[in-house]
């Protein structure tokens, strides 16, 4: 019996057109995706630490800033889950904690 290695998921966030994802993993706390039924638009939630405040001052997002993502697992071509547009900006804390909600 062969044992395989697990699947690992992969990501990737473009912001205005620049791929981000090495600057934004190490803050990340979750990402969720949520592909709608028809008649309504995906949307995408990005919660990131704040621990240092990054987010809250020179990395300030605002409201129709658009963000690209694709997913997938390891080893597999990424899958283009749309162009979002950043609808509401939450901070949080303590523990400061950043939310970004996006639609397509």
Do not use: C
């Not at 949520?34 to 995906?42: A, E, Q, R, V």
């Amino acid at each position: 019996m062969s044992l395989s290695s697990p699947r690992t998921a992969r990501w990737q966030i473009t912001y205005a057109g620049a791929d981000i994802t090495a600057e934004v993993a190490p803050w990340l706390i979750s990402l969720r995706y949520t592909d709608n039924l028809h008649g309504k638009s995906d949307d995408l939630e990005l919660t990131l630490s704040n621990i240092d405040g990054r987010w809250s001052q020179g990395w300030y997002p605002r409201h129709g800033d658009r963000v690209e993502l694709a997913f997938g697992w390891s080893g597999m071509p990424l899958q283009e889950a749309g162009i979002f547009e950043v609808a509401e900006i939450e901070i949080t804390g303590p523990p400061d904690v950043i939310a970004l909600e996006m639609a397509l």
